[in-house]
């Protein structure tokens, strides 16, 4: 994994003049004096980093925190992470997030299945989430993973609804994606935010919350987020390849957990996701 330190602040608009120049005597060649602007990524470890944060605080500014809207003394930086194969490959699971993304209406049937909106489903979906992150696979897609042997894969069947011919079209070609393994609860260190305020909230707080890995810089500013388990609850763990979080940030389902095999099979299946991988305290 690479780490890259982010940070852009305007002359006069974020910081004071004298502010500004402090920066700029650190990092020189991340001054734009035309434009009055500050910008630099540096590939972490480097100390300026560390520099350029103390500097902010000697002159009264805090790294923003992200819980709650931004307020003048705070400073907007990222740490932004990009993963390599071998992250994915030795990683004990890995967070799974489709590139595909649609509204289903947030609703179930009587018969508690998941109600797709047949305008929000493409044909060539293989795999997709719902915003009520649901998992939703085409048939191809679920005979692939059924014949690799994958444990913890469950299908259900959805309900269609929309124009006849549209549901017609695609009665049949689309399954549920979930798993009867829950994951024990997410390490001590994790942090839970209420998505509106920005309040801590507890692991089973009302929906809808973020999570962070800590509370503090250099973590809250780090993207993407990395999910912590405690070593001990993971060792209880059956075994599994596809699993959910115990906690549910957008209120329906835990977070979807592949193994380093399902990132396999659906790499191979040519299946665009994110992955992020999980880590262990």
Known sequence: ????????????????????NSLCAIVP????????????????????????????????????DRRATRQPHEISLRIDRTYQ???????????????????????????????????ELNLKLQLGMTGYYGLVASSALKE???AAGLIGL????????????????????FWELTSPIVLPRMSGRMRFYDAKDGTEVTHDGPPPFVYHEGPD???????????????????????????????RPMGAHGLPIGSPRLYRALIDA????????????
Request: net charge negative.
């Open 270 to 281: 040519k299946v665009r996701a994110s992955w992020v991988p999980v880590r262990l305290d």
């Open 144 to 146: 692939t993973l059924e």
């Open 217 to 247: 810089f250099p973590a809250i500013c780090s993207e993407p987020a990395e999910i912590y388990f405690a070593s001990e609850s993971w060792a209880h763990v059956p075994p599994f390849d596809l699993a959910m979080t115990h906690e």
């Open 29 to 64: 060649e991340g001054e734009n004096a035309a434009r009055g602007r500050f910008e630099c990524e540096l590939p972490l470890p480097d100390e300026r980093a560390d520099l350029l944060v103390a500097c902010l605080a000697r002159h009264g500014y805090r790294v923003w």
């Open 85 to 119: 194969a071998r992250d994915f490959r030795d990683a004990p699971a890995l967070e799974l997030t489709p590139v595909s993304h649609f509204h289903s209406g947030r609703s179930r049937d009587d018969q508690g299945r998941l109600v797709l909106e047949t305008p």
């Open 154 to 173: 469950d299908f259900l069947p959805v309900t269609l609804t929309g124009p006849a011919r549209a549901v017609a079209t695609r009665a049949g070609g």
């Open 1 to 20: 994994m690479k780490s890259t330190f982010k940070l852009t602040v305007y002359r006069d608009r974020d910081v004071t003049p004298g502010t500004f």
